[in-house]
Structures are given as C-alpha cells and as structure tokens.
Nanobody
Framework: QLQLVESGGGLVQPGGSLRPSCEVS????????IGWFRQAPGKDREGVSC????????YYADSVKGRFTISRDNAKNTVYLQMNSLKPEDTAVYYC???????????????????WGQGTQVTVSS
C-alpha cells in the first residue's frame, strides 16, 4: 500500500532553518513526482515545491525561491525540503504528496496529488 510519511517539522525562530522529510513506500511502476504543499490557518493549501523523480526536474513557488531546496535520497525513498531563512509567513502545516502523469509545474500550481501524507507542523516565531 502506497504511503507517505512526513517528519521534521517544528518551531524555529525567524531566519532559522528546518528540513522536513517525506518517506515514500509502496509505489511501483513509473517513478512519480513528489511535491511539498502547505496550508496555513484560514488559507487554501498551496504548492511549495515539486520534484520529478525520474530526472530531478524541480519547480518552486515564487515565495520560496532562493530559500527552499527540494532533494531526494533514492536509497531511502525519501524527499527532503531544506528550508532556510524562514519567515513567520512560512508557518503552516506542510504536506507531501505523490502524483503521476503531470508536470511538476502543474502539480504544484494546481495543488494536485493522488496520495497525501498526514502533514507536519512548521512554526516560525520568536
């Protein structure tokens, strides 16, 4: 059974860093795309960064470009989101999701995922 499990959220001061991870298990066949999404209280879920596992193609939302980096460890079936220079407005529940058959830009821009993790809280506050 396909599962995504996030971990690595937490509380950090503005300007700090976190690296949540998303462990994926149970998928077979063509390598999918994995995306990180976030949802702040009272706001819609939005795409943060998406990664095509077959060739490493990435997409980043404008709000995180230059601060966040998505990466993978194939041996561990894990995708990471390195978040630097965090701001209070980055506070949200962060989710990872898996999707096949669409571009990483569409996946992130349209918040599209076939399978979702349970989410991990990231709080940026002094």
């Amino acid at each position: 059974q396909l599962q995504l499990v996030e971990s690595g959220g937490g509380l950090v001061q503005p300007g700090g860093s976190l690296r949540p991870s998303c462990e994926v298990s149970g998928f077979t066949g063509i390598r999918p795309s994995i995306g990180w999404f976030r949802q702040a209280p009272g706001k819609d879920r939005e795409g943060v960064s998406c990664l095509r596992l077959s060739d490493g193609l990435t997409y980043y939302a404008d709000s995180v470009k230059g601060r966040f980096t998505i990466s993978r460890d194939n041996a561990k079936n894990t995708v990471y989101l390195q978040m630097n220079s965090l701001k209070p407005e980055d506070t949200a529940v962060y989710y990872c999701a898996l999707r096949r058959g669409i571009s990483v830009q569409t996946m992130c821009a349209m918040t599209l995922g076939d399978y979702w993790g349970q989410g991990t809280q990231v709080t940026v506050s002094s």
